[in-house]
Nanobody, 118 residues
Framework: VQLQASGGGLVQAGGSLRLSCAASGPIYEINTMGWYRQAPGKKRESVANIGDNIEYADSVKGRFTISRDNTKNVVYLEMNSLNPEDTAVYFC???????????????WGQGTQVTVSS
C-alpha cells in the first residue's frame, strides 16, 4: 500500500492550503485516516484523524478541517488561518486491512512540506 501526499507549499501567515493524500494498493477496508506533522527539532504530533470520529489537536481546532472520500481512498486536510507555528512536514497515514485478514496495518505517506512565513 502506498500513500501519495500533495498540496504542501509556502504560504503567508493567515493564508490557506489544502493537503491531499491518496492511498493505493491491495486495500480491502480502511479504518482511520489522518495527518501528523513534524517541525524541525520537535517530535511528530497528531494533527487530525478521521474514522468513526473526528479528532483534532487543540492547536488546530477551528482552523483545520479533515475529510475523506471513501470511494477514492483519499484524505484531505483543509488548513486555514495558517501561522508560522504550523510550519512542518505533514505526513498522512492510513489504517487498513487486506482481504482475508483481520489484522490492521498502518501505512505512511512520504511527507509534504508546509512553510508559513510571517
Amino acid at each position: 500500500v502506498q500513500l501519495q501526499a500533495s498540496g504542501g507549499g509556502l504560504v503567508q501567515a493567515g493564508g490557506s492550503l489544502r493537503l491531499s493524500c491518496a492511498a493505493s494498493g491491495p486495500i480491502y477496508e480502511i479504518n482511520t485516516m489522518g495527518w501528523y506533522r513534524q517541525a524541525p527539532g520537535k517530535k511528530r504530533e497528531s494533527v487530525a484523524n478521521i474514522g468513526d470520529n473526528i479528532e483534532y489537536a487543540d492547536s488546530v481546532k477551528g482552523r483545520f478541517t479533515i475529510s475523506r472520500d471513501n470511494t477514492k481512498n483519499v484524505v484531505y486536510l483543509e488548513m486555514n488561518s495558517l501561522n508560522p507555528e504550523d510550519t512542518a512536514v505533514y505526513f498522512c497515514y492510513v489504517q487498513y486491512r487486506v482481504y482475508g485478514t483481520r489484522r490492521w496495518y498502518d501505512a505512511w505517506g512520504q511527507g509534504t512540506q508546509v512553510t508559513v512565513s510571517s
